[in-house]
């Protein structure tokens, strides 16, 4: 009877791969507006790290709530990062076809390429910033640059496990309901550290508040006002205090 007990090491990683496929299920669903694709992602993030990480219950519950609490700041670096891609995808498209001509058009080409593996850094760690801290559209922009520069060799990680997700997916789309959650639980251990160490080394902390902001544990995201924001990259002994 040992091994159905629900603290034994099997049904731990049973339930751990259950909430995993659950919250896959729900990150694909809420992803098929694209619009959307920004705070879901922030969504899976908070759930990850705050409930199947710490082996807590309530999957469904953390994730809307989550999702419910990103939607508005969400929606608009959503749309910022597909315009952004979108156009970058045709800047490429037209450097491949212009540096088959002339050394310009290498040159064009190498330069976007450069571009879009800072644009596909940033938009990964844009989710985390929106899961985690309050404020502006721009604070989460300089946020997500920020953290995907502090340590390129794991954000280059980070970018090449993602390839080889998308890549397995087009293969087998069936694992499409577990991939996602998989590959957030893989880098949300990392990134958790380089978001608390960040609110540690600047004196941030996140509230509890019965009922409040979008945890499942009454959790508020960190204030981060944009006069402060201004100044906290170069003076990280500088504490900023809390709205």
């Known amino acids: 009877m040992g ?17 995993m496929m659950i919250v896959s299920f729900f990150w694909v669903l809420c992803c098929l507006p694209v619009v959307t694709v920004i705070p879901a992602t922030a ?19 953390d994730f809307f709530r989550a999702l419910k609490g990103s939607l508005r700041k969400g929606l608009p670096l959503s749309l910022i990062a597909l315009g952004s891609g979108g156009l970058l995808s045709f800047t490429l498209w037209y450097g491949w076809r212009m540096q088959q001509q002339n050394n310009f058009g290498v040159a ?3 330069i976007g390429c450069v571009i879009a593996l800072v644009w596909a850094a940033a938009t990964l760690h844009l989710p985390f910033a929106l899961s985690r801290f309050e404020g502006g559209i721009g604070m989460y922009l300089r946020m997500a640059l920020y953290f995907a520069g502090q340590n390129p060799l794991k954000t280059l990680l ?27 639980d ?3 251990g990392g990134v958790e550290k380089q978001l608390q160490k960040f609110m540690a ?6 509230t509890e508040e019965e009922g409040a902001g979008d945890g499942s544990n009454g959790e508020r995201p960190a204030s981060m006002p944009s ?4 100044r906290l990259y170069d003076e990280p002994e500088s504490g900023a205090e809390d709205e």
Not at 43 to 61: D, P, Q, S, W
């Open 227 to 230: 006069l402060e924001m201004a």
């Open 108 to 110: 064009y080409f190498l």
């Open 201 to 206: 080394d600047r004196g941030l902390a996140q």
């Open 186 to 188: 893989l880098i949300c």
């Open 43 to 61: 969504a899976l993030f908070h759930t990850t790290a705050k409930v199947i990480r710490e082996n807590g219950n309530g999957v469904a519950g």
């Open 3 to 19: 091994a159905f007990q629900y603290d034994n090491p099997l049904m731990s990683a049973m339930v751990r791969i259950a909430n």
């Open 158 to 184: 980070r970018l090449v496990l993602l390839a080889l997700v998308a890549l397995l997916i087009d293969f087998y789309p069936i694992v499409l309901l577990i991939l996602p959650g998989l590959y957030m």
